[in-house]
């Protein structure tokens, strides 16, 4: 099951992505919204995990461009920006779960277990 | 010009602590250690009265670690986390559970691990203000830089003038028996000046300079 891990600090995808592969899933990354929408199209994630503040394009409008362009696309927000209004704009956009940094790693298994267990249902 | 009126410097003080709370919750999720933030004080002071500060606890031959986010919506500002090397290192070890290394080395995941420690706090403070005003304040991706402080203020506020008041929050690092000491500074930007173009600027780490 691939996973789309969406961060500008290079830091913060080394960290989802060894929780991750420990857990067998194969990891994709980009460093911001742009980079995300060519990685999406080209790995067809099962999910992605989109954080908002970055630099190009932000998680947010990156969103919203994904969920145009594929409305079953699944992702889950990973984002420091915990304030009320950014939650909503990003459930708006069309994510399906938003998730504070920094984040528990339970927390983040949890979601991306039950998004990839939709996205198997799905295909 | 003193933009920090006696209310909104009462307000900053009341929620300056319960900010540095969230941040130490942040860290503490972060690190998987026990982190808190204590906050010694907030006050305006004047750019050289900072300088000076500054200069005392960390002369030029003491670089300083500092991690710059714009900050829009509520108000445009500048948020400035700086740190001593020490604490810097400190704070990576914690970070990365690898004992510092000597001499100190700052590499691309070093930086990196640096900004988001800046994210973090500047977020978190971001966070509990927005909530509070219930209006969005939202941050730019961090920047992190090196150097002595003279020069950190000239390459991140090119157009300071001497008489513009900063607000300065101190805070100590408690991160399990270690302690730690940051300065947070937050620049309030005019009003002028556009939030789209504070969001598009800069990018996390490509600051970074010796």
Known sequence: MKVLVVDDAAFMRMRLKKLLEDQGYEVVEAQNGREALERYQDAQPALVLMDITMPEMDGIEAVRTLIERDPDARVVMVSALGQQAMVLAAIQAGAKDFIVKPFQPDRVLTAVAKWAAVAERSS | ?210
């Open chain 2, 1 to 210: 010009m003193n933009p920090w009126t006696p209310d909104t410097l009462r307000i900053w003080n009341k929620l300056t602590q319960p900010a540095l709370n969230r941040a130490g919750e942040a860290l503490s999720n972060l690190t998987a250690q026990p982190v808190r933030l204590e906050g010694i004080g907030t006050r305006t002071v004047a750019w050289p009265e900072l300088e000076n500060k500054i200069h005392l606890d960390h002369p030029d031959r003491d670089p300083v670690y500092a991690t710059h986010l714009g900050a829009f919506g509520l108000f445009p500002a500048d948020i400035l986390l700086v740190f001593s090397e020490a604490a810097a290192a400190g704070l990576l070890a914690v970070l990365t559970g690898e004992p510092e290394k000597q001499p100190f080395e700052l590499d691309e995941m070093a930086v990196s691990a640096l900004a988001e420690v800046g994210n973090i706090i500047g977020t978190a403070f971001l966070n509990v203000f927005a909530d509070t005003f219930q209006q969005p304040w939202e941050p730019t991706p961090p920047r992190v830089t090196v150097g002595p402080f003279a020069r950190l203020v000239a390459e991140v506020f090119p157009h300071w003038k001497p008489q513009d008041q900063v607000l300065l929050s101190e805070a100590v690092f408690r991160v399990g028996d270690s302690v730690m000491e940051g300065y947070l500074v937050v620049v309030p930007r005019p009003w002028s000046e556009a939030p789209q173009a504070v969001a598009k600027e800069g990018s996390r780490g490509e600051g970074i300079g010796g």
